[in-house]
Nanobody, 113 residues
Framework: QVQLVESGGGLVQTGGSLQLSCVES????????FGWYRQAPGKQQEFVAS???????QYGESAKGRFTISRDNAKNTVHLQMNNLKPEDTAVYYC???????WGQGTQVTVSS
């Protein structure tokens, strides 16, 4: 079965950077599309970024200009590079296979002011 495992979350100060990674197993990675979403306590889930098989990317408003989504087909991995982090970026970040509608377990990102 298709599985996603995220990593790379943690605690960082305002203005810092983190790179999240999502490794997919159980399918042909290169044929799948992916999204990153986040959910902060008491808030609705929010779209962060997505990437298609051809590398085409889209970003949510809060991510534009600061976050970059990329994929490494050789390593079955999707990355989310997050720069200039702000306290409002604090959330659990989830990777999702858009082709198989599978979620990862999530990784916590906390940005201190």
């Amino acid at each position: 079965q298709v599985q996603l495992v995220e990593s790379g979350g943690g605690l960082v100060q305002t203005g810092g950077s983190l790179q999240l990674s999502c490794v997919e197993s159980g399918t042909t990675f290169s044929g799948d599309t992916f999204g990153w979403y986040r959910q902060a306590p008491g808030k609705q889930q929010e779209f962060v970024a997505s990437i298609l098989t051809d590398g085409f990317t889209q970003y949510g408003e809060s991510a534009k200009g600061r976050f970059t989504i990329s994929r490494d087909n050789a390593k079955n991995t999707v990355h989310l590079q997050m720069n200039n982090l702000k306290p409002e970026d604090t959330a659990v970040y989830y990777c999702r296979s858009l082709g198989y509608l599978v979620w990862g377990q999530g990784t916590q990102v906390t940005v201190s002011s």
